[in-house]
């Protein structure tokens, strides 16, 4: 049965008799009305519903007791995809504010989106719904965005690219370079080439090593993110209003960098098997892959891709790169490709164009 949100109790707004009691009981603290101006990282919990319900205020040290104290004594009325977001922003502000961590918290805190759309946890199959959610979503996480932490906008990103590919849309663009993958992309260089320059203007000649080192062996964007943060946190350079974060370094852009020595697979000097590898998944677009496109995309946009599928993807944006990505990687795992190579390396060389 669909969760209904009006009259339930969730937080302490919902229960001034629950919040009274734990006033009294001095577990919390009371608590004033929250600022018109309030932001949604203002609160552990966004609810999507018909409209956003925004759920157990963390902006100060008074509201985080209050909430964690109500979500402790409430938690067994609460729906179990409330739980987790809920849990986790609770005890990261408790963290913050230097207050003592509930065992319940630690138990349900689960590292998530604070946004949570219950007609999506339903599997709700209505289409105009999720385009509906999609916009609304994304227009509460852009007016919270510029004062987001980065790993916040990883979240937002990973939730807004799982709705836009139920619907077929495309992630907004400020979010694009957030949407976590395997690979380093392109903006990780120039990131390094920002705190290369600032560095050099300082005089500071032992970290402009560093980073030279940390480019060769950041070979995945994991790794790449652990490097590029430890380094900004030793010489000072978190400030990411002045350089690009590295959640942002190592997800943005499409071509991979800070590969192997010796590994040039995506360059122009690519050898004949990954040439040969490269036309054999786009060839799949058109023939094996057909079935899986059309799940994903119209009919016009399928059309598109079949018609010519390396220009397309070319011309694609990020989010629907990364959707064709995975369809090719799938489409030939577990694949010999041996004999696909050898049919195509003929007496006069590789015939590699189309």
Known sequence: MKYQIAGKVIDQYDSPELLEELVHSKVAMDLGEMSDNALDSDFALCIQGNRLHRKFPI????????????????RDNLPEIFRG??????????????????????????????????????????????????????????????VMHPTEKVQAAQLMNKLAEDIGEEVPQYLQDYIPRDDVGYLFKEALDSRMSYLKLSGNYAPQEELKELFKVAHTAENAIKLLSAFDKSHSLDDYTRFVDPWKAAYGGISKVARPAGDTSTGPSATIEDQLEKRYKFECLTTTCRDKLNTVFNASTVDRIATDPERFYEEAPANVKRILDKIMDKAVQGVDREGYYLSEVKEDGPKVER
């Open 59 to 74: 902006n100060t040290m008074e509201k985080v007791a209050a909430s964690a104290a109500f979500y402790c004594a409430n």
């Open 85 to 146: 977001p809920a849990a986790y922003y609770l005890k990261k502000a408790s963290v913050e504010f230097g207050l003592k961590i509930p065992d319940q918290l630690n138990e349900d805190a689960v590292e998530s989106s604070r946004y949570v759309d219950i007609r999506d946890a339903h599997q709700l199959s209505d289409t105009v719904t999720k385009e509906a959610a999609f916009s609304t979503i994304s227009r509460r996480i852009h007016s919270d965005f510029p």
